[in-house]
Every structure is written in C-alpha cells, then in structure tokens.
C-alpha cells in the first residue's frame, strides 16, 4: 500500500527534491508498468497540479495514450508530430514556452499554454514520452528536464 504523498512547498527544485524520492518509494519493487506510470502522473499531478500529466508509449510507428491525469486527450501522434512525436524523433526534451509558437503542435485542449516533453529512452531507443502541460505560459524550464529526467529514468520498461 502506498502512503499518502508528502507535499512539498518552496521552490521548485525544494518541491522536486521532496518528490522524488517519493516517487522512487512508489516504483520500488513494483514491475507493472501501467501502475507504475500511472503512479508517477498521478504524484507529479498531486504535488505541482499542472493542466495535464501522461505518458504515451510508442507501440510500432505511433505514439499511443497511456496513463494521465487531466482532460481527455488525442489519443494516437504520428513519429515526428507536434510536440511529442518531435521528441520522440529529435530524441531529447523539448521545452515549449508557447505552444502557439511550435509549428504543428497538437492542441488536444485549448486552455494548454505551455509544455515540456521528456523523452523516455531504453538502449538506445526512445519507449514512451513524458508530456506535462500547463496552462500558464512559460512554466517550463531547465529545472523541469533535469528532474523529469531523472524521474523517468526511474521507471522500469
Ligand atoms: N500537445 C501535444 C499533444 C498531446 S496533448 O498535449 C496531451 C503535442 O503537440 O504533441
């Protein structure tokens, strides 16, 4: 049984420090992948309360919907797509200050201002993206890739 999430107040990286750990807590010793992801959106929803949280896994040329928090979403993108096919293509995390300004980005909501996404790699190859947006412009930041990374990075696939 997990325990209840220890939320964290101050600045960011304060906020992502207290996490963290937490969340490895979570995936200890769990190797299904479904509630692991659905675990690490639901406490980085918990804690930051951003707009949308989820993950998409690649299953053969598409990226496909896995488990989030937040409003209904597109479910299939095409490698190379709006924000997160270009991840999954260029193979690192993109930060979106305004998605109004990336070319092709998907609007799977209107009320999304900004985004990150982070690239979940596996021997090389990406397995799934990390998309976090917001609804707030410019909410992401450096900061955000190096946690977020580091947070995937925890997951077994
Ligand atoms: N905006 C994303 C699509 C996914 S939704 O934001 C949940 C994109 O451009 O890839």
Not at 83 to 88: A, E, F, M, Q
Not at 116 to 134: C, E, F, N, Q, T
Request: charged content about 25%; aromatic content about 8%.
């Amino acid at each position: 049984m997990a325990e209840d999430l220890v939320l964290a107040e101050g600045s960011k990286e304060e906020q992502y420090e207290v996490l963290i750990p937490q969340i490895k807590g979570l995936l200890d010793g769990e190797p299904d992948l479904v509630a692991n992801l659905a675990n690490v959106v639901a406490a980085l929803k918990e804690q930051f309360g951003w707009f949308w949280v989820g993950f998409y896994l690649v299953k053969n040329d598409e990226l496909v919907l896995g488990p989030f928090q937040g409003p209904v979403a597109c479910t299939r993108i095409r490698f190379g797509k709006g924000v997160c096919g270009s991840s999954w293509e260029q193979q690192k995390t993109l930060i979106v200050p305004d998605v109004e300004k990336f070319p092709g980005h998907i609007a799977c909501s209107s009320l999304s201002r900004s985004e990150i996404v982070v690239p979940v790699m596996r021997d090389g190859k990406v397995v799934a993206v990390l998309d976090v947006d917001s609804s707030a412009l410019n909410e992401f930041d450096v900061v955000d890739a190096k946690f977020l990374e580091e947070i995937v990075e925890e997951i077994a696939f």
